[in-house]
């Protein structure tokens, strides 16, 4: 029973070369978070939506943007991919707000090349 | 702000051996603490949780236990087996927080046979 889907599972794509990856989730959650995650570093929280509400880190850089067309996608875009970039990103879901467990997906692993 | 701090790894075992990884956090009021497992190239799995002072958290043989007095959730296994080898993420949650999960470094724990 998948509940939170990531989409590629693995990307490469080319210095400054713009990509989305994807996130669903069977689970109606109104809260959907973007991590990443660096050589099994902590994950570091990117943005969250809590339902159409937009909430970027404070030091989340202006190259990552992201969309949620409805209750079940969410998409990142990195609109200029740098080496840097290269990590691991997770997509996360919270039934609500001030519902502390998160249920995460498997992972996008990002290259750049 | 909100901090959590774990035993830096790699802790290396043999099969059967007794696990314990600790982990000690500062926060602001009264948060839910939280072990999470990341399984080579997966993402997140929530591994168990304890939400306030002396609850304790079990699944997959493993248990912590919400020390509000030592504030701690130090994470133990009796017979650790090769499967159990991961990095663990302690983690904890504060609505203070904004709603966020606040992560440890992460372990990791290597199992040999």
């Known amino acids: 029973d998948a509940m939170v889907i990531q989409n590629p599972r693995y990307q490469v794509t080319q210095f400054g070369k713009p990509v989305t990856l994807s996130c669903s989730q069977t689970?109606?959650?109104?809260?959907m978070y973007w991590y990443q995650q660096k050589s099994s570093q902590a994950p570091k929280l990117l943005f969250h939506?809590?339902?159409?509400?937009?909430?970027n880190e404070a030091d989340t850089p202006d190259n990552f943007q992201s969309r949620r067309p409805n209750t079940s996608f969410c998409f990142l875009d990195i609109r200029s991919p740098g080496l840097g970039d290269a990590a691991m990103y997770l997509c996360?879901?919270?039934?609500?707000?001030?519902?502390?467990?998160?249920?995460f997906g498997p992972g996008t692993r990002l290259l750049v090349l | 702000g909100d901090s959590v701090t774990q035993m830096e790894g790699p802790v290396t075992l043999s099969e059967e051996a007794f696990l314990t990884i600790n982990c000690t956090y500062t926060?602001?009021?009264?948060?839910?603490l939280f072990w999470y497992v990341q399984y080579p190239g997966e993402g997140l799995q929530l591994l168990l949780k304890?939400?306030?002072?002396?609850d304790k958290g079990s699944n997959k043989g493993f248990e912590a236990t919400y020390r509000k007095e030592t504030t701690s959730f130090h994470l133990e296994k009796g017979s650790v087996q090769v499967s159990d080898s991961a990095v663990y993420f302690c983690a904890l949650f504060t609505p203070a927080a904004g709603n966020k999960l606040t992560f440890g470094g992460g372990t990791r724990v290597l199992v040999k046979p």
């Open positions: 689970l109606n959650h109104n809260v």
């Open positions: 939506y809590y339902d159409k509400d937009f909430n």
């Open positions: 304890a939400t306030k002072a002396d």
């Open positions: 926060a602001t009021g009264y948060p839910s």
């Open positions: 996360a879901t919270t039934p609500g707000w001030g519902q502390e467990t998160q249920y």
